[in-house]
């Protein structure tokens, strides 16, 4: 079994709760009302550091009353909510607090709605997010968590423009280099992927996590395993201790007709390195049947099976099945 590495990286960054009062442009408090909430907005922060939560809330309903536009207000709000357990108070806060202040208050309301896990909550936060970056578009948070959405809705030509103006503010770096290979990789186009591992290793040769990006991506082309070969002796050349490149370059040697006891020496290190490792076990296994010694064969496929996840189970069956039914 191949142990792989992950191209695809999406996750949500945890996000600030925290900004100084900034007022909408549709404000227009009078001299005094502005000093009023001024006050009352930094009375309700304190309370809310020492944990005077009642007396908070009080005097963020005080900031409402005096500027019911003040995004800052709204979000600062939907937070007590959220923490006494109104989510719907919370979510329509939110709601409010970005309809005023797209600015700067997008994030709570992002938040909220990826929460949802819903396809309704994703469409609304997508839309959130890019009507935020129409008017705030150097925030590189928010260009971050707009390429990461457009990814994960497939629109992958957009989430390249993106990554073009995110690099406009910090330039090209490892992390660029790694989005666009994911990007194009999604998209399902490999060789385009390839070429953006290509243009980082011309930076850093040596960088083990993109060799392995590469031989994976080199796969999915339908590259000779003679060409394969070659790249994970490369790897081993850098990084002889890798265990998971030795049990992919053993399966790989395995399941195309190499060098089967190459194959196996790589994958006895593995397993006496990690011998409850069900993804090891099951290319020990698997090698051990190829060579006729279905016996042991079964003794490690069967373990593998023992310690698997529910997601490498089926793999492993099947390679149990074809043993029993051969012998």
Request: hydrophobic share 40%; proline share 3%; with cysteine.
């Amino acid at each position: 079994m191949k142990k792989y590495i992950g191209i695809i990286l999406i996750a949500l960054a945890t996000l600030p709760l925290w900004g100084a009062p900034k007022q909408s442009e549709k404000s227009t408090l009078s001299v005094e009302r502005q000093q009023q909430f001024t006050y009352y907005w930094y009375a309700a922060k304190q309370a809310i550091r020492e944990e005077r939560y009642p007396e908070a809330m009080v005097l963020l309903r005080f900031c409402e009353q005096l500027n019911p536009q003040d995004g800052e207000t709204q979000g600062l709000l939907g937070v007590m909510y959220d923490a006494l357990g109104d989510s719907k108070r919370a979510f329509d806060a939110f709601e409010r607090a970005f309809r005023n202040d797209p600015y700067d208050q997008w994030y709570r309301y992002f938040a909220v709605l990826m929460a949802q896990k819903t396809a309704e909550g994703r469409a609304e936060a997508l839309r959130v997010l890019e009507k935020a970056h129409q008017v705030n578009p150097k925030n590189e948070e928010l260009l971050e968590q707009l390429r990461r959405l457009y990814v994960a809705n497939a629109q992958c030509k957009k989430a390249l423009a993106i990554q073009d103006e995110i690099d406009a503010i910090r330039g090209y770096d490892v992390y660029s280099a790694y989005n666009r290979t994911s990007t194009y990789a999604v998209w399902g186009k490999p060789k385009k992927a390839i070429a953006e591992v290509d243009k980082w290793l011309e930076n850093e040769p040596t960088n083990v996590q993109f060799l392995l990006y590469r031989i994976e991506l080199m796969e999915r082309t339908g590259t000779r395993a003679k060409e394969l070969y070659e790249m994970y002796e490369r790897v081993l050349r850098i990084d002889p201790g890798n265990l998971m490149v030795m049990n992919n370059y053993a399966y790989l040697l395995a399941t195309h007709k190499g060098d089967l006891r190459k194959a196996e020496q790589l994958s006895q290190i593995t397993i006496r390195e990690e011998p409850e490792n069900p993804v090891y076990l099951d290319t020990y296994g698997w090698i051990m049947h190829l060579q006729g010694q279905d016996q042991l064969a079964l003794f490690y496929l069967e373990k593998a099976l023992r310690n698997t996840t529910e997601a490498a189970r089926a793999e492993i069956e099947a390679h149990l099945k074809k043993v029993k039914n051969e012998r």
